[in-house]
């Protein structure tokens, strides 16, 4: 009993090492995973709105050259790469925008409305569930 008592500073600091550095491993891991999650998620963005301008391109404009189908469909792709390291509802969003553009691609250049607006309320709910992704990071 006097040899714990005795030793007692020395127990508790290495008590306290420990713990210290526990929680710096693990606020070290929480810091990089919220890193990683707010790359993933300005990217997605930034991806987005490039998809939106070729949407935009090619029903308003008519403009085949930027507003290119198959350089929607390339955005398409990493948006779904990039929501697929994103929490869920991102990925559900993403597969839900990929499947409106499957759908709704080839019927952009006709003058009625309908596919640019199916595929705004995808573009719209992905953004918006980043955007929720990206504000419950702590």
Request: proline fraction near 2%; avoid cysteine; charge should be negative.
């Amino acid at each position: 009993m006097t040899q714990l008592r005795d030793n007692s500073v020395a127990l508790t600091s290495i008590l306290i090492a420990l713990t210290s550095l526990a929680y710096n491993a693990w606020r070290y891991e929480r810091t990089e995973h919220n890193q990683n999650m707010r790359a993933a998620a300005f990217e997605l963005l930034l991806k987005l709105a490039d998809f939106e301008r070729v949407v935009f391109l090619a029903h308003y404009d008519r403009d085949a050259t930027n507003g290119n189908p198959r350089t929607g469909w390339t955005y398409v792709i990493v948006i779904n790469d990039f929501a697929s390291v994103l929490p869920e509802p991102v990925g559900a969003r993403a597969v839900r925008l990929r499947d409106t553009w499957r759908e709704q691609w080839e019927k952009l250049t006709q003058d009625d409305d309908t596919a640019v607006d199916r595929i705004e309320v995808d573009i719209a709910a992905l953004r918006k569930a980043t955007l929720d992704t990206l504000r419950s990071l702590r």
